[in-house]
């Protein structure tokens, strides 16, 4: 089955999101371009490593001679909730296009059957939609549960506050 190729020369919105409550909550990317909106079902520790790998990143790019572009077309982009992901990813790639002064992520699909060509979505992003996102996944990973004071696992919801390694 021939699988999508997705290549945004200019991805006019991208960000993170989740559905569901604490404890049970599923992590995406979200972007778009004109009428269409991709969103990804990513991992947790997935996101939390990306906007990790993209903050180290920014932080060794060359300064730009570009005036910084307002924070209001960046600030406006909102996760739609999806009623289905369009795929699950597997692995990212993050590529520096200096001659456009751009970050290209390459997305691929996690697949299960060998036999099967993997989707793969290929977003250029500015540096301020890379900030953008690094703000979200972060506030998003630690809004999360709780961690157990004695081994550092989320407590559950429902437990007030109580982990079985308290025993």
């Not at 969103?39 to 490593?49: F, Y």
């Not at 300064?63 to 692995?91: M, Q, R």
Request: aromatic share 8%; glycine share 6%.
């Amino acid at each position: 089955m021939e699988r999508p190729e997705i290549n945004w020369e200019h991805t006019e919105s991208f960000t993170a999101g989740t559905m569901g409550p604490q404890g049970r909550r599923v992590f995406f990317l979200q972007a778009s371009f004109g009428n269409q909106v991709l969103s990804l079902k990513v991992e947790k520790q997935q996101m939390a490593g990306l906007a990790g790998f993209l903050t180290s990143m920014l932080n060794d790019l060359p300064p730009t001679d570009e005036p910084e572009l307002s924070n209001s077309t960046v600030a406006e982009t909102k996760f739609i909730e999806p009623e289905e992901p369009d795929w699950v990813i597997g692995n990212f790639e993050v590529i520096y296009k200096q001659s456009e002064d751009q970050l290209i992520l390459i997305a691929e699909e996690l697949i299960r059957d060998e036999a099967s060509e993997p989707a793969q979505a290929r977003l250029s992003l500015s540096r301020l939609q890379v900030e953008h996102f690094i703000q979200t996944a972060q506030e998003l990973i630690s809004s999360g549960r709780p961690p157990c004071p004695y081994c550092g696992s989320p407590l559950e919801p429902d437990a007030a506050g109580w982990c079985p390694c308290s025993n």
